[in-house]
């Protein structure tokens, strides 16, 4: 295998791959609770969560950078809920309150800050910069087995890629109580089921993934990923596991060919540059999401609308 | 707290239950006993507070005073004892699921979060569905019956939560006759074998017929008893007001 | 930080030619977006505002590139919002689509087509910067919009702009007010709901398109979001809700470009965002008719009513009390000892609340009719439910001593 492939577009791609993976993961329960938004509103809030962190602890590094955004994920939750239930607004409303002021805050406070002269910006939340995620020390195929070179991966796909086990492994303890709490809350709550917990564990998982993966690729794809694949999913299937199983696979088509794409596809139509992969991706997903509202056998669901 | 003097022998005991939606009273300090093996009916006009009881009964919503105890222990220590239909399942009937999956949810307290589900447990669902006439429905997704079958569903996995208590919401609502005796039948059977039915009821007519016991609700417990004793014409004046007297002939049926 | 008599200044219109027309601008448009957002919110279609901004992204960038294949420079203001409008309104419509005719939920519409829309958008915008023509610095300012650089032109089309939507708001409102409020009566008297719901979208699109370049793409919604959720605490009545939203609307963009004039590095759209939400959080908590202090305050005098009824009805029959929130009101109260037993003033109370009791009994045994409505004010003196006359009535009837009453 060709050592710039493996490092420029292979490592890149791969972690296009578990990014958008966990994210649809998540997302099949995401859409089936109604709470498609949620991905969108939490990853919005990780801006003013990594400003925060930036204005106490003063330095760009990445651990305060990804408690900050994860703490503030969990507060913007706990605050929709909060003016749900206090203010008795409708979900919808009550998340566009919420994220838009954070969000707004998170602006003021960079603004405000001196975190430009770190070079960071609101773009950058917004697309993140896949491209760049490189592995240069994977030179060839054999690389893959020497620790020195292993140990210049981008650190993004370790976290990523613990992040993904960490969705796989909550989905498979918490199935059950997922599905029945996800299918009808009231039976599950007089069974006996933690529905108040399994609720904020997945919101707090979504956080969990926006973050990391908003740190590799930008919010973007997170609010893509965990929408586009489950709801292209839903339209091909009455069952839930395969449901899940089409996401994954959507999600993995969307990353690879959005990379593709955004690189060595506009290569081939002969233009002389490369565009945003997060957007490609992003776009990618929503196109499959178009085909599969044209086409999919179970688009029109059982209430036949 | 107050495990003092219950009745022996009652399922089902509520005690001074208050309870309000804001500052408007839904239920105010109702008692009501519902006696171990036997049918028991809760009837009442619309809004009486028929559902608010069952669900402050199963801690879905807080109730501002008074306490619900199921065989004499509070609910969390006697959850896998109890079984609920609600009036109306808010579920989305949309979701991804086969009728069997929703009967097969009726075993999460008896298999717990990790068991898998296996062979004996998937036939165990369909003797459920069986007993509503439904086993040949088994693999529709829920989104494709009728109401009356979604209705049947829910029962079946009330069913299958193998409860000595079951607590059903208005489960004629929406039912055809011939499904409304089978339902009947099957909650007879589980009274005979020493199990307890409560169940919100709107047909007057039926009450005799089907109940033993009836509590007569609106907002507050106008009667508690036997069907002889408590569903008496000026019980049922008091609780429906002046509206049911045009209704005499159902009432003169029935009592 | 902030320089009391520059933000006077920005308040009194008196900061200069461009912040005064920004200011006027902000203020017709806050007022615009807190009307049309109130009838979004009755609708139960706030969020479609979000996928719609975000669609507005590929448009700008399509405007943009076309602008500048034929030469233009590419930032000309009204260019890049039709652009934006054009591919809102296909986003609005993709919307609609999945919705209608697949059987995703509005929700996930809205979030597959805001994300995908934005995509695209990015994409566009990575071409024209690796184009290299004319920078980003028109379209950078989409994304959180800006009023600092703003040219004197820009700034006469968004005061125009947002005068022509403030107008044309205006003159709709009593037809959306009817939709929103009674779908079925706007029904049967003639109107057309679906036409009323396009026109609604494209009031909101044209709310969204003014209010990118002031306060970005991301933020745009809150405009239609926060006033309506803020004006819904102070008022149950539509016509009211009509009239707070667009004010909270109106005033955050007023203080807000007052606020950013005034103070460096304040950028105008987040500030405006911040203002409403600060009005949003003093709604949710201090508004009488829906704030959840008053509403806190509501519902603990009625629970604190049935501790004490119950509570004194159990002392008159000489009953113990298990209950801790009712000892905690009778003592509170003085009408239990530290030790349970009652007080004077407890023993009188019971038999007060007794006799409320066994009125209250005779009155709905009498009349079955009101028990329905009578259940509801039991706990209430029967002195302020009925006449002194119809008291006196009960009271012939009810002779020997309270405790000798059927109490329920
Ligand atoms: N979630 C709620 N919020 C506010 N009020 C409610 C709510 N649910 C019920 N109510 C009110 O509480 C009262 C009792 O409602 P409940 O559902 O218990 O009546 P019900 O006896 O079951 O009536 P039905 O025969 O129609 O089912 C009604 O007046 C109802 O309007
Ligand atoms: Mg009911």
Redesign the interface.
Known sequence: MDGLYIGLVLVPTLIGVLAAVSCALLGNFL??R????M??AVS?VVLPGIVVAFIFTGSMSVGPMLLGAAAAALLSALLIEL?RN?????P??????VF??L???G??LL??SDTRDVHFD??HA??GNLESLVWLAGMDASSMFEPEALADLPPQLGRLALALVAVIAFLV?????L??S???P????????PVRFVGAALISLVAVVAVTAFEAVGA?IT??M???P??AA??M????LP?ILWSVFFALVSAVVGFWA?GSGMELIGSG????A??????V???I??LC?VAAP??????G? | MNVHNTDAGAALTVRGMSVAYGDKPALSSVDAIFKQGRMSAVVGPNGAGKSTMLKAAMGIIPAISGEALFFGRPLAEARSRVAYVPQRASVDWDFPATVIDVVMMGLYRSLGPFRLIGRSQREFALDCLEDVDMASLANRQIGQLSGGQQQRVFIARALAQKADLLMLDEPFAGVDAATEKTIITLLKKLVAEGGTAVAVHHDLSTVTAYFEDVLILNVRRIANGTVAKAFTDANLAEAYGGRLTQATPVLQKTV | MIDATAFVNALTFNAGYNTAIVAIGAVLLGWAGGTVGTFLLLRQRSLVSDALSHATLPGVGIAFLVMAWFGGSGRFLPGLLIGAAISAMLGLASVEWLTRRTRLQSDAAIGAVLSSFFGLGVVLLTVIQSLGIGRQAGIGSFLLGSTSGMLRNEAITLAVLALGVAFLVFVLRRQLTLVCFDETFARTSGIDIRRTDLLLMLLVMAVTVTGLRVVGLILVVALLIIPPVAARFWTDKTNTMVVVSGFVGAVSGFIGTALSASVPNFPAGPVIVLVAACLFVFSLLFAPARGVFYGLYRSRAFSRKVHRRQGLLAILRGEAIYDRDTIKVLKGEGYINADATPTKTGLDAAENAAREEALWTIYLRDNPDAAYRAARMRLDPIAERLTTGEIAELEKQFSGPAAALPVQ
């Open positions: 859409v089936l109604k709470q498609s938004l991905g969108d919005h003016v206090l203010g008795k607004v409708e919808g409303a009550a998340m566009g309150v838009t002021a969000f707004a805050l602006v003021v603004e405000q609101v773009e917004l697309y303890f918490f199935w059950r109580q599905v029945v996800t299918f009808d009231v039976f599950a709550h007089a069974a006996g089921v973007i609010i893509a965990l929408i586009c489950a709801a839903r339209l299937t009455n069952r839930l449901q955004a540059f490369s565009v945003s997060a957007g490609m991706i992003a776009a997903s929503g196109a999401l178009g509202a179970q688009r029109k669901g059982a209430l609308h």
